[in-house]
């Protein structure tokens, strides 16, 4: 689990929450109703998303500028407002 410095925590992100991606997974699973798995390229470390929805087993549906996908949520950490 990812703590932020204010002590927040991108695993307690709710939905429309902004977050970043911190670490680049091996791929990227889409969150459509019938998921694919897409190259990680789509998606840069760093890069700003807003959360959507929450799965279960600690996985966050985020929508990125490139698509939705599901992420753990120990590869986000939360995005400060001046971003």
Do not use: I
């Not at 709710?14 to 998606?43: C, F, H, I, N, Q």
């Amino acid at each position: 689990m990812t703590t932020a410095p204010d002590g927040s925590n991108a695993a307690q992100a709710p939905v429309g929450a902004s977050v970043r991606l911190s670490t680049r997974p091996a791929y990227l699973k889409t969150a459509d109703p019938m998921p694919m798995l897409r190259p990680p390229d789509l998606v840069d470390t760093g890069e700003v998303g807003v959360v959507v929805a929450l799965k279960p087993l600690e996985q966050r549906a985020v929508r990125f500028r490139r698509g939705t996908f599901l992420v753990a949520a120990a590869d986000l950490e939360p995005a400060t407002a001046l971003e």
